[in-house]
């Protein structure tokens, strides 16, 4: 039996199938006569139908696959073209809300006073936190009434009451020279008449001098500009009395306004912070310490300057009552200082009153206090008062 084998070439992609792979087809040759004609031996022809089916079978396949092929295409660019469509439309929002926030920048740029107050209110705010916190008001007016008593007490064990040999214009000058005059609730010729008084007035007179000029040594006074107004010795730190007495209020010519509450503002400011910078330990938040080491000059020269007017009503039979006295004048006044001392640091502001509202004459033994304004310097409608001022009538 042989075997044929032949090479059908498939056009196109297709490789050659070797038929041998399809079919083998037989041939009878039941006459082995070689004489026989080759071309009449029966060979079958049937080899051509795998043929055609083959070729059949793959064009129906890659069809198929180009048909798949296609639709992927086809989803895949429709995925591309939905995608750039919605980004398309989401990139104009993005894009306003990305550069929205340059117009409002160069707004703030503009407007100068948006930033600078924040950064003025945090420094306040951070700053406060260092300041003295305010004493209770009635912390202040027991301290007050405790340099009342000492004053009292002084007087009463240190001045006779017997009649002196006094010059009365002399003593008006040295009340003059101390700061009195015709504005209180007594001229000066009528504490002088009143101090010559053994028995029933001489006391009160005496309290009335002493009260006004120690506690005028801690107020802290500004005179209007050209005012001739005599100044006590100040028993304020020297620092600051220095720079009080180089201040003085503007003198507002006639149809000139004169802002005294924006310069009351800055001095209050000034004040407090004064206070701070001058304190040894500003971490303990307390008010400034009074030296009276350092004072001590300063109250001698106050109390020399009294003696002018106190001396004809001292003690004078031996040295130890001149000795006394002095002593103890120089005393009471460190013990004012340290007052002042406290009422300089406080944050609020505080203002002695040296006169009374009350009819007919009286002899005031005590300022009063008012307060001006709060702890964060906001001043009120009308000074609030704290303690009146300790009067005696006549």
Not at 15 to 24: E, F, I, K, N, W
Not at 294 to 299: N, V
């Amino acid at each position: 039996m042989a075997s044929i084998t032949s090479t059908i070439s498939i056009p196109g992609s297709l490789t050659s199938v070797p038929t041998s792979a399809l079919t083998s087809i037989p041939t009878s040759n039941p006459t082995a006569n070689p004489t026989t004609n080759p071309a009449s031996t029966p060979v079958s022809t049937s080899i051509s139908a795998p043929t055609t089916y083959v070729r059949t079978k793959t064009k129906g396949g890659a069809i198929a696959g180009a048909a798949v092929g296609c639709l992927v295409a086809g989803l895949l660019l429709g995925f591309l073209v939905a995608f750039f469509l919605y980004r398309n439309k989401k990139r104009p929002r993005e894009s306003h809300s990305s550069y929205s926030p340059a117009p409002t920048t160069e707004l703030k740029a503009v407007e100068p006073r948006s930033q600078p107050p924040p950064a003025r209110d945090k420094e306040a705010i951070e700053l406060n936190h260092f300041l003295l916190d305010s004493l209770p008001d009635k912390e202040i007016v027991a301290e007050l009434r405790a340099l009342e008593t000492l004053i009292q007490q002084h007087v009463e064990n240190n001045y006779h009451l017997h009649p002196v040999q006094a010059d009365p214009p002399a003593l008006t000058q040295d009340l003059s020279r101390l700061g009195f005059g015709d504005d209180g609730n007594l001229a000066s010729e009528a504490i002088v008449a009143l101090a010559m008084e053994p028995r029933l007035t001489r006391h009160l007179a005496l309290r009335h001098v002493i009260s006004k000029v120690v506690f005028s040594s801690i107020d802290k006074p500004i005179l209007p500009a050209k005012s001739s107004s005599p100044r006590v010795p100040s028993m304020l730190p020297p620092p600051v009395a220095a720079f009080l007495q180089a201040v003085q209020r503007e003198h507002a010519p006639p149809g000139r306004f004169v802002d005294d509450e924006a310069f009351d503002s800055a001095l209050r400011r000034w004040r407090v912070l004064s206070a701070f910078l001058l304190h040894p330990h500003r971490s303990q938040r307390t008010a400034l310490p009074a030296d009276e080491v350092a004072m001590a000059p300063q109250a001698k020269l106050l109390a020399n300057t009294l003696d002018t007017f106190l001396i004809p009503f001292v003690h004078a039979d031996h040295a130890a009552g001149r000795y006394q006295q002095k002593s103890h004048l120089e005393a009471i006044i460190l013990e004012v200082a340290k007052f002042g001392y406290t009422l300089l640091s406080q944050p609020s502001e505080w203002r002695f009153v040296y006169t009374t509202g009350s009819p007919g004459r009286a002899a005031v033994v005590c300022p009063g206090l008012v307060k001006v304004s709060d702890r964060d310097g906001r001043r009120y409608g009308e000074p609030r008062q704290i303690v009146a001022p300790r009067d005696v009538p006549l």
